[in-house]
């Protein structure tokens, strides 16, 4: 296996970066902004290099918030930025083609490409995440509720603290499963009241609810990203999960082209691997992040849950109406009405 040199490195925006050399002496440079990990995307990376071993991968790990704004200024400095924006916030990756900061990709996948999954041929929907109802196992010898019904029904008579989701003021991914609870089901706001009774604890990340659930602090964690979940839950005996009865939220890691990329060519080639069976293949099955594409069958990936679940799937479509989430007014709203229902003052 292909030794990485890792670098930490002090830009405008603090970033930390990742060199895989290319296995092919005197390979060309691609750089990549991400918001995934960079040893989880170890595989992914080098998984590309043996198809295209001339070359090297700069893989810069950054927030969502961070790529966005080094590829604004970056293009408005005359300056190049990355081949490919690899980002878990499909609103501000959205916006950012919608400015004019992405050009069209000529990728083959994106003729069969779902159409909801897909903008303008510039942004590309790559992972298929539910959001889920994760569960302490020992608190639940019965099962967890599996609806938001009958979640609300738990919720009146469970301990104090016990259940956790997102602090939707931190945390991006929680923010929009939020808005789109908003549009699905017609008695959120008493759900999130009911939350609020039972003394619900919030989180900035998935990680912090899973590990209160494992923990047994928490028996309950409500819109967790199912990707997550899905990993420690194949690990950790005390998590289990369910995907909501009632309906699910699926929202999607999504990538483009910059139109200021210094190796436009480059980028193409890694989001052509990453819409590829290949591609789709190792994000499901080594990074354990569900795969769009049909092609890939595994028990995890859209074309089960499509099976399964059918019309109760609820995909975030890549598509400008995401920019609405980003309106700050009417943030401001959604936040002030969240905590009036967490503190009971609505």
């Known amino acids: 296996m292909m030794l990485a040199l890792l ?25 990549v902004y991400s918001s995934l990990d960079s040893p989880l995307a170890r595989p992914l990376v080098e998984a590309f ?17 961070e ?25 501000v990756t959205v916006k950012l083609a919608n400015d004019g900061y992405a ?21 590309f929907a790559l992972t298929f995440e539910p959001g889920v109802i994760v569960y302490h196992r ?10 938001r019904a009958a979640l609300m029904d738990w919720l009146d008579t469970a301990p104090k603290g016990v259940i956790g989701t997102y602090d939707i003021s931190r945390s991006a991914v929680g923010y929009l499963y939020l808005m789109r609870d908003m549009e699905h089901f ?13 003394g619900v604890q919030t989180y900035p990340t998935s990680q912090d609810v899973i590990d209160g659930v494992n923990s047994g602090k928490l028996h309950l964690g409500y819109n967790v990203l199912g990707s997550y979940a899905a990993d420690q839950a194949a690990r950790l005996p005390n998590i289990g999960l369910v995907l909501p009865r009632d309906y699910v939220v699926v929202i999607s890691r999504v990538a483009l082209v910059p139109r200021a990329a210094a190796n436009p060519e480059l980028g193409e ?31 995890d990936s859209a074309a089960a849950m499509q099976e399964a679940l059918g019309a109760k799937l609820r995909p975030v479509a890549v598509s400008p109406g995401l920019l609405a989430y980003l309106d700050a007014a009417s943030r401001a709203q959604v936040l002030a009405q969240w905590n009036a229902a967490l503190e009971g003052s609505e």
Request: glycine share 4%.
């Open 49 to 65: 290099q043996t198809v295209r071993p001339d070359i090297a991968v700069r893989y810069v790990d950054l927030l969502t918030g």
């Open 138 to 147: 020992p608190s639940f010898p019965n099962g967890p509720p599996d609806t």
């Open 103 to 123: 050009r069209e990709a000529r990728v083959a996948a994106a003729a069969v490409w779902p159409d909801w999954a897909a903008w303008r041929s510039m942004v």
């Open 186 to 198: 017609a008695d959120l706001w008493p759900l999130v009241r009911a939350m609020g009774r039972a």
């Open 67 to 91: 790529i966005a704004q080094r590829v604004t200024d970056e293009t408005d400095a005359g300056q190049p930025t990355a081949d490919l924006v690899f980002s878990s916030a499909m609103d």
């Open 269 to 299: 080639a890694f989001l052509a691997f990453l819409m590829s069976r290949d591609g789709q293949t190792v994000l499901a099955e080594r990074l354990r992040l569900p795969a769009v594409s049909l092609e890939v069958r595994g028990k």
């Open 7 to 31: 670098t930490l490195v002090a830009l405008p925006l603090q970033a930390e970066v990742v060199v895989f050399p290319a296995p092919q002496p005197a390979g060309r440079e691609l750089v």
